[in-house]
């Protein structure tokens, strides 16, 4: 099985050298023609992982018609995969794994949902999980989660995108697995929030477990199944971003918290994706407090205080 990664930021890189340390021929895609005959002729991505050469294995090119294989994965972020699938026709009826985490704003659907919009005749999937670029492509160990409608197929590409860094588990739950990967990237802006106010460890245990309990009602009221959430793609990718300054997300959720400026140019995932699942929620009328809460504060409706005395005010229920 022949595997491209469409994208050169620091996952998409990461993916290829930990695919292409195992021998494997390995295409790397980069929009810009003039990062990819950079990362080709300098064997880094000194742009988003620098530090960490290229194996010889990987062929950098801006040119899709050379990075065309049986599997694609497409390490894009998640606002910019419809304009990828609808402006790359050399994609259609492939193999596309998503490898990002998100809600559309524009459409309110997952990953996998978008894929299947765009193209009817692709197979998708979505690998998904607590990871950081940077421990991949140092070669650390990291566990995700492949999720796939068809198991066999399922079968066939864990083995291929296992790697001795990279262990992978398999499910058939797309809508667990892209929904949780996306849905704790909120709650990590809410945690994030709360670290940079100032407000403690025991205020972010309460934000990520309540969170959690939002995570699995939305999900489960779209037809996730609970040993998912509960799963790498779910509660361990809350974890690890909720608890990390490696999260961007988190990082965002600092600067809210703290009332500094944060970089336009690092994408967060998490803040679209709140906007949309508050629509969303609305629309199902499911109750997402922490969920309202991120919108607030990202559209500078509600200070963190604000924020915090809205939740706590919340009429007492059971857990």
């Given at each position: 099985?022949?595997?491209?990664?469409?994208?050169?930021?620091?996952?998409?890189?990461?993916?290829?050298?930990?695919?292409?340390?195992?021998?494997?021929?390995?295409?790397?895609?980069?929009?810009?023609?003039?990062?990819?005959?950079?990362?080709?002729?300098?064997?880094?991505?000194?742009?988003?992982?620098?530090?960490?050469?290229?194996?010889?294995?990987?062929?950098?090119?801006?040119?899709?018609?050379?990075?065309?294989?049986?599997?694609?994965?497409?390490?894009?972020?998640?606002?910019?995969?419809?304009?990828?699938?609808?402006?790359?026709?050399?994609?259609?009826?492939?193999?596309?794994?998503?490898?990002?985490?998100?809600?559309?704003?524009?459409?309110?659907?997952?990953?996998?949902?978008?894929?299947?919009?765009?193209?009817?005749?692709?197979?998708?999937?979505?690998?998904?999980?607590?990871?950081?670029?940077?421990?991949?492509?140092?070669?650390?160990?990291?566990?995700?989660?492949?999720?796939?409608?068809?198991?066999?197929?399922?079968?066939?590409?864990?083995?291929?995108?296992?790697?001795?860094?990279?262990?992978?588990?398999?499910?058939?739950?797309?809508?667990?697995?892209?929904?949780?990967?996306?849905?704790?990237?909120?709650?990590?802006?809410?945690?994030?929030?709360?670290?940079?106010?100032?407000?403690?460890?025991?205020?972010?245990?309460?934000?990520?477990?309540?969170?959690?309990?939002?995570?699995?009602?939305?999900?489960?009221?779209?037809?996730?199944?609970?040993?998912?959430?509960?799963?790498?793609?779910?509660?361990?990718?809350?974890?690890?971003?909720?608890?990390?300054?490696?999260?961007?997300?988190?990082?965002?959720?600092?600067?809210?918290?703290r009332d500094e400026p944060f970089d336009p140019q690092i994408t967060v995932e998490g803040a679209a994706t709140a906007r949309a699942v508050k629509a969303r929620a609305k629309h199902m009328n499911i109750d997402m407090p922490i969920t309202a809460a991120v919108v607030g504060m990202i559209d500078h409706n509600l200070k963190?205080?604000?924020?915090?005395?809205?939740?706590?005010?919340?009429?007492?229920?059971?857990?």
């Amino acid at each position: 099985m022949s595997i491209s990664v469409i994208g050169a930021g620091a996952f998409g890189t990461a993916l290829a050298i930990s695919l292409a340390r195992t021998g494997m021929a390995v295409s790397l895609w980069a929009r810009d023609p003039n990062h990819a005959a950079n990362m080709q002729n300098t064997r880094e991505n000194t742009a988003r992982l620098p530090g960490v050469a290229l194996p010889d294995s990987i062929t950098v090119t801006a040119n899709i018609s050379e990075a065309l294989a049986d599997t694609m994965l497409l390490a894009v972020p998640m606002q910019k995969m419809r304009d990828l699938l609808k402006s790359t026709p050399e994609l259609n009826s492939r193999l596309l794994v998503a490898c990002c985490k998100g809600v559309e704003l524009e459409t309110e659907l997952g990953p996998v949902a978008v894929i299947r919009d765009c193209d009817p005749k692709a197979t998708p999937a979505i690998l998904t999980g607590p990871s950081f670029a940077a421990d991949i492509a140092r070669g650390l160990p990291t566990a995700l989660t492949l999720a796939i409608a068809d198991d066999s197929l399922g079968q066939s590409l864990q083995q291929a995108l296992t790697t001795p860094n990279l262990r992978i588990y398999r499910t058939t739950d797309t809508i667990g697995a892209e929904l949780g990967g996306a849905l704790k990237n909120v709650i990590a802006i809410a945690c994030g929030a709360a670290m940079g106010a100032g407000l403690g460890e025991s205020a972010r245990a309460a934000l990520m477990t309540r969170g959690y309990a939002e995570v699995q009602r939305m999900a489960q009221a779209l037809g996730a199944r609970p040993d998912t959430l509960a799963g790498l793609s779910g509660f361990g990718d809350l974890t690890l971003t909720c608890t990390s300054d490696q999260s961007r997300n988190y990082r965002f959720g600092l600067s809210l918290g703290r009332d500094e400026p944060f970089d336009p140019q690092i994408t967060v995932e998490g803040a679209a994706t709140a906007r949309a699942v508050k629509a969303r929620a609305k629309h199902m009328n499911i109750d997402m407090p922490i969920t309202a809460a991120v919108v607030g504060m990202i559209d500078h409706n509600l200070k963190i205080t604000q924020a915090m005395e809205m939740l706590l005010s919340r009429p007492p229920k059971e857990e």
